[in-house]
């Protein structure tokens, strides 16, 4: 049972002469002292609350119990078996039980590890966080050395305070309702932590409020203005915001097509309005009519559009000039004989406004063009931009996309495996666009992401049946056909043991983590130093991969000096680097994954970052 609720309102003196500063520093104090008078005694009863009341109290002292209990004391037996007494009520004894005793061997505890969030690509991580702490990392131990670790950062990560953000949103609200103040208003005055709508991102007062649940308090349930969020601004919602809006989100790296890539950091570029190349002939000169109501059947009918749809009918007009008046009635779902009219009506306004982008594009001569570097991905990096007309994937002359390979399947024998495939001599896998007849395409994407649901032991990867191997074999990383990996205890804590066979040279897995840059990467040697693990693998000079706290079962790999039974190579897909393990010598099931991490790993005792060259081909 809730307390009832009572308006605890605290008298505050205001005057016309009053500042806008002075006037909202009174109308703050006023719901502080108002939120601070309702939270004590709100907490009182909440405390008061978890214990028992006296009717139930007296009611559980008093009498014989129907509940039965039994005692901690026992009495002699074998060893085979013990017997407890159990009595009901107030020390009446009713029989004893006997129950046999099960001698179990020790169990062994579970090796000391880190915990981690599974994954199957790279997550990058920002720069940003290099500055930022966003806590003090083993806080309790006194034996790490927490200030020469927090002085590497530039500042803390500020801390949300709940019960601050409802003092300052009705503050805002009796400021904005009450007493006339503008959002701009109430930010001028500086009273408020934050300000009412943010700038670059959704970080102000109003966005708060709509992520999270309101406290339920009188100052804000027993106010008479209406609530803050109704006088915010609205966004706007024309199709040119909602297009620019949903284009930044959109990853522009090659086939990555994802919104809200974890794995770049690109920007997506904002569309640009296009020019027209087509004319009323040509639109006239169609000959497939789209339906009764299609322009081409010169039928006559009301016209009536909203601005709305106007405005966003010009929008796709402007990124996609040259669509059919057909195609463009099935977008903007409105009769073709009306579309048509408008399309050509709007194209005489739009050819009159300034289009900021050129008609003819400009030749550039390059006296070098720099060609793609297919000889080291390790320090491979991207060059020039093309100036070519059209798409890279479609122009064979762009000057820094890779060729591809040409090699040919025969019956019975598995291509791209050698070191005659340019592809696979460049620690490249085979690019569906780039390669043309190693049938990479008829090999089927298999999905490394679930588990099975009968395979409780494995931590990582799964037993399922074994995939039919592509004719293609350098495209194992694309699709996802990875070996299975079992994670389980051996004389090193925890490692990583294969699940199937494997023959030398075969794909295992992919190392996947965090996506960090070397300057990251010192931030976090300190915290490897302390826990002495280190789950960092060097892919360029630039960039590394951490699988501390997010990776998949290869994090797990040990290490060993001369036993090494795989290794780690960089190669490229799609532009990106990646972390591939490669058996070197024949596996069988239930072999464990070893790893030799290379001479910079242990330096004066103190685990350093794992090295990744590029070996020879096996």
């Not at 762009?398 to 090699?407: A, F, V």
Request: a negative charge; aromatic letters at 8%; charged letters at 25%.
């Amino acid at each position: 049972m809730s307390a009832p609720v009572s308006a605890c309102r605290c008298t505050i003196c205001l005057s016309e002469n009053d500042s806008p500063v002075t006037t909202a520093t009174k109308i703050l104090h006023q719901v502080q002292a108002e939120f601070s008078e309702w939270n004590k005694d709100e907490c009182q009863r909440l405390f008061a609350s978890l214990g028992l009341d006296e009717e139930r109290e007296e009611k559980e002292n008093s009498g014989p119990s129907s509940v039965a209990s039994f005692d901690i004391w026992r009495e002699p037996s074998n060893p085979s078996s013990t017997t407890w007494t159990v009595y009901v009520g107030n020390e009446e004894r009713v029989q004893q039980l006997s129950c046999p005793v099960v001698t179990c061997e020790t169990v062994r505890p579970a090796p000391s590890y880190e915990w981690h969030t599974e994954t199957n690509q790279n997550i990058w991580v920002s720069l940003e966080d290099t500055d930022t702490l966003a806590f003090v990392p083993f806080a309790d131990d006194p034996s790490f050395r927490a200030e020469e670790y927090t002085s590497c950062f530039k500042r803390l990560k500020p801390c949300r305070d709940p019960d601050l953000e409802e003092i300052e949103a009705e503050a805002a609200r009796r400021l904005h309702f009450g007493h006339g103040f503008s959002f701009d208003l109430i930010d001028k005055t500086g009273v408020l932590s934050r300000t009412m709508l943010g700038e670059s991102e959704n970080v102000g007062i109003c966005h708060a409020l709509t992520q999270r649940d309101r406290l339920q308090w009188p100052g804000s349930m027993n106010s008479p203005y209406p609530p803050l969020l109704s006088a915010a601004p609205q966004p706007p919602q024309d199709l040119a915001t909602r297009v620019i809006g949903l284009v930044k989100t959109f990853c522009p790296a090659p086939r990555c097509n994802h919104y809200f890539c974890p794995e770049h950091a690109f920007i997506a570029p904002v569309p640009q309005p296009a020019p027209p190349s087509t004319t009323t002939e040509e639109d006239i000169q169609r000959k497939k009519s789209c339906g009764q109501n299609c322009y081409l059947n010169d039928v006559l009918g009301l016209n009536s559009w909203s601005s709305t749809e106007i405005m966003d009918f010009q929008t796709v007009l402007r990124l996609m000039p040259d669509t059919s008046p057909c195609d463009l009635a099935i977008i903007v779902q409105k009769p073709c004989r009306q579309v048509y009219q408008q399309k050509w009506a709007l194209r005489t306004l739009m050819e009159q406004e300034e289009v900021p982008v050129d008609n003819k594009r400009l030749k550039r001569k390059r006296k070098n063009p720099r060609r793609f570097d297919d000889k080291d991905p390790v320090t491979f990096s991207y060059g020039l931009p093309c100036d070519h007309e059209g798409s890279c994937e479609d122009n064979p002359k762009c000057d820094i996309r890779h060729k591809g390979c040409k090699c040919v399947p025969i019956k019975g024998i598995q291509t791209c495996r050698t070191n005659k495939c340019p592809c696979f001599r460049a620690r490249r896998e085979c690019d569906p666009y780039a390669c043309g007849d190693c049938e990479w395409q008829k090999t089927e994407k298999r999905d490394t992401r679930t588990l099975p649901a009968e395979d409780t032991s494995t931590l990582s990867g799964s037993k399922s049946p074994p995939d039919p191997a592509p004719s293609c074999q350098n495209c194992y990383l694309t699709l996802g056909l990875q070996k299975e990996i079992n994670v389980g205890l051996s004389k090193w804590g925890f490692g990583a043991f294969i699940a199937e066979p494997a023959e030398p040279g075969d794909y295992i897995a992919q190392y996947t983590g965090e996506f960090i840059s070397q300057e990251h990467a010192d931030l976090r040697g300190s915290l490897s130093d302390h826990v002495k693990r280190n789950y960092r693998f060097e892919l360029n000079p630039l960039w590394l991969v951490d699988a501390c706290s997010m990776g998949n079962g290869t994090r797990f790999i040990n290490h060993s000096n001369d036993d090494y039974n795989c290794r780690a190579v960089v190669v490229i897909i799609d532009g990106d680097h990646c972390l591939a393990i490669y058996a070197i010598k024949q596996l069988k099931e239930g072999d464990e994954l070893l790893l030799n991490y290379g001479e910079e790993y242990f330096i004066d005792g103190n685990e350093k970052t794992a090295s990744s060259t590029v070996p020879e081909v096996p």
